[in-house]
């Protein structure tokens, strides 16, 4: 749908497009369609002001300008990564990017990393964690990347898209573990302001002793252990054993606060460093039987091909590994 409009658009010279927002706002961009932009290689693009807006059928719009050729170049590196990491034999390969998504990132990057398969995007501020929860359908995950900052997490209880939230101690992981809960307390005494006191009084008992019931919150949160090297102060990246007693300690927490989430992921840092395979290999053994390991990819830096395939022949099992991939690295020239 993306070409369908863009051909308009370059033969206006570059004229405004204009959409309401009640309108559809997800299309299903073709990018490969789009018709040589030499001509016209800067245009104008209507996109929302405000994703929320859209839900509620406001008309109101604004221009913004877009460069058709990283555009197209956006296009055919996504492709080309996803499909060097196909020919490893990782089926459905978009699954396993995390797209990151800067504050004001233009909306028709990530509609078209959507079409493009990517599902999972990365946040690292409280604006693009706005935008990005409004902004694209619903079966997307979100992963809020930040440094842990517990303002930013209390916004989690207004977007339940977030599917993982990244730590670096056993403290980040108590702490998220507070605020989910006091938001659950909180909700759980608007319900009870409902009902009789004598009903409400039954409800809070846990036991025998009269002990209120233990909040479950955040039913499917995946916390992120940040182990790339240099973390945690003090710290090495955490081999063997150590990084299993880390994970259980962490998932320790999550099993006493009564949150509900677990310990999902292992961020290594540079999918690029020699060490990588090995990292992988370990960081998979201290999670047992579920949960993946996360690299930072770097285009074009990182020679996305070799490392792919560095992984593998070091017997890392790529369907549980995942790649962040930064929107704005995607626009450049990789050759």
């Known amino acids: 749908m993306v070409a369908a409009l863009l051909l308009p658009l370059l033969l206006l ?16 961009p073709s990018l490969s369609s789009i018709p040589n932009p030499n001509a016209n290689p800067t245009a ?6 405000g994703y929320d807006d859209a839900a509620a059928g406001s008309s109101e719009d604004f221009e913004m300008e877009v460069d058709i050729q990283d555009l197209l170049r956006y296009g055919a590196n996504l492709k080309a990564v996803r499909t060097a990491l196909g020919k490893q034999g990782v089926e459905g390969p978009a699954g396993q990017f995390v797209v990151l998504a800067e504050e004001s990132s ?12 990517v599902r999972s995007f990365g946040v690292r501020s409280g604006a693009a964690l706005r935008e990005l929860n409004g902004g694209l359908p619903d079966d997307i995950d979100i992963q809020l990347l930040a440094k842990f900052n517990p303002k930013l997490v209390a916004r989690l209880k207004r977007m339940p898209r977030v599917s993982a939230v990244r730590v670096a101690t056993p403290d980040h992981t108590a702490e998220l573990c507070g605020i989910l809960q006091a938001e659950s307390a909180r ?3 608007e319900k009870l302001k409902r ?3 004598s009903r409400a009084g039954f409800l ?5 002793k009269g002990a209120p019931k233990a909040a479950t919150v955040g039913a499917g ?3 992120l252990l940040d182990r790339a090297p240099g973390t945690v102060e003090g710290e090495g990246e955490g081999e063997g054993d150590d990084l299993k007693a880390i994970v259980a300690e962490h998932a320790g927490i999550l099993g006493e606060k009564g949150a509900g989430g677990a310990v ?12 990588a395979p090995k990292a992988a290999k370990q960081a998979l053994k201290a999670l047992g039987d579920e949960g993946y390991v996360v690299f930072s990819l770097s285009l074009p830096g990182d020679d996305y091909s070799r490392v792919f395939s560095d992984l593998r022949k070091g017997g890392v099992p790529l369907e549980r590994v995942t790649y962040q991939l930064p929107l704005a690295d995607l626009t450049k020239r990789l050759d």
């Open 106 to 117: 233009e909306w028709l990057y990530l509609q078209a990393a959507y079409d493009a398969g």
């Open 195 to 197: 009902v009789s006191k």
């Open 221 to 223: 949160l995946g916390v």
């Open 44 to 49: 104008l693009w209507m996109a929302p002001r």
């Open 13 to 28: 010279a570059a004229r405004p497009l204009r959409r309401p927002l009640d309108a559809n706002p997800n299309p299903n």
């Open 204 to 208: 809070q008992r846990n036991d025998k």
């Open 187 to 189: 909700k759980s005494s």
């Open 264 to 275: 999902t992921g292992i961020f290594l840092g540079p999918a690029g460093d020699k060490g």
